[in-house]
């Protein structure tokens, strides 16, 4: 079905799986332990790590495989090796939750995001039926940092998940937690819902400039959907490249969010559009594809270069989206990008890379365009 997404805004839970039967106990032995210490260190690696399209990477925590490199442009292929939108899901007993990690660069911050969001970790909760934020690391210094992520934790067993850093790379992370306490694998997802949503775009889809990995529009969405995400945001380069789809239909996903326009200009969207939805459809003939536009500037309305800015990518868009329609091509949808910030103008940094608050509302606009895409995929 071809759809045209509405701007009603709609908030839905989700049901959960519990956590009752924790899967796959680590074996303590596998942890390391400091002099003097008695915490248990262990490498999140022996979880599992959600997020990642490939297992033939280069290191660990790359977003693209090895064979990449090389065949990207070497922008992208640089970008890849940010952890942007990777996570680990876990259970633990444990009262005290401490982590370690090895940062690949010491650029810590950037001038219009903090350190928190750039380089730290985020640690979520399950609750109930709910994710609830429970406590950060916070980058001092580079490359490793050490620190409590939460302590007094109440309530016995229960699920965590662990958003690792957006615009920073680690070539390691480990999980500390008290001697005696238990480490095990998350219960594995429901089959209904183990296929990741992919995200496809720029250096918004990447998290800029969110405060805390937990808070880009893709890791909200992931919480809100209960699936995993696949963030393929490469910041300024999100540009519908040959060699980039070409990775894309590799992955076998419930959905493709496709969000480039703040990279491309309309000719590249006429160039480019028709290509890489035809080769995703080639690969997978059912898959719903999401085509979004760019949220609007918040100075548009001052600024004539940045409403034309919009107005002709989001034309291009468009354009190609109905070509598209009239060849025949099924399963896509069409995003619109005027309500994604709000009917405001407070919810960026520096008019175009959205806060926390802006990233909340994307959400809130994405989420039941995807919940409806999702229902209707195969």
Not at 104 to 122: C, Q
Request: net charge negative; with cysteine; hydrophobic share 35%.
């Amino acid at each position: 079905m071809i759809r045209i997404a509405g701007l009603a805004f709609v908030f839905a839970g989700f049901l959960a799986p519990t956590s009752s039967d924790a899967q796959e106990v680590i074996d303590p032995s596998l942890a390391r332990t400091d002099p003097g210490d008695s915490t248990r260190w262990y490498d999140i690696q022996l979880l599992g790590i959600e997020g990642q399209g490939w297992d033939d990477t280069k290191a660990p925590f790359d977003r693209l495989p090895a064979r990449a490199e090389g065949v990207v442009r070497d922008a992208v292929w640089g970008l890849s090796r940010h952890s942007a939108g990777l996570c680990v899901r876990f259970e633990t007993d444990a009262p005290t939750i401490k982590a370690r990690w090895t940062l690949t660069s010491d650029r810590l911050d950037m001038p219009h995001m903090p350190a928190t969001g750039v380089s730290g970790l985020d640690l979520y909760a399950r609750v109930g039926d709910r994710w609830q934020w429970l406590g950060y690391g916070r980058p001092e210094q580079a490359p490793t940092n050490t620190g409590t992520l939460a302590s007094g934790i109440e309530g016995g067993p229960r699920e965590y998940l662990l958003y690792l850093p957006l615009y920073n790379g680690v070539s390691s992370v480990e999980i500390g937690i008290p001697e005696g306490a238990s480490l095990s694998k998350a219960t594995p997802r429901p089959e209904a819902s183990s296929r990741p949503i992919v995200f496809y775009g720029t250096s918004i889809t990447q998290g800029g400039c969110a405060s805390r990995p937990g808070m880009v529009h893709t890791a909200i969405l992931g919480r809100r959907l209960d699936r995993p995400v696949i963030n393929l945001g490469f910041s300024g380069n999100g540009r519908m490249e040959a060699e980039v789809a070409g990775l894309l239909a590799e992955l076998d996903p419930a959905a493709y969010v496709i969000d480039c326009l703040p990279n491309m200009d309309a000719g590249e969207v006429e160039e480019r559009v028709g290509p890489l939805v035809r080769t995703l459809r080639e690969a997978h003939p059912d898959t719903p594809i999401v085509l979004a536009e760019d949220r609007t500037y918040s100075n548009a309305p001052l600024v004539s270069s940045a409403r034309e800015r919009n107005a002709t990518s989001r034309a291009a868009l468009k354009q190609e989206f109905d070509r598209l329609v009239a060849d025949g091509v099924p399963g896509l949808t069409y995003l619109p990008g005027d309500p994604q910030l709000g009917d405001d103008t407070e919810g960026t940094v520096d008019g175009s890379h959205p806060t926390d608050l802006g990233f909340f509302r994307m959400a809130d606009v994405f989420e039941p365009v995807l919940r409806s895409a999702l229902s209707e995929g195969p």
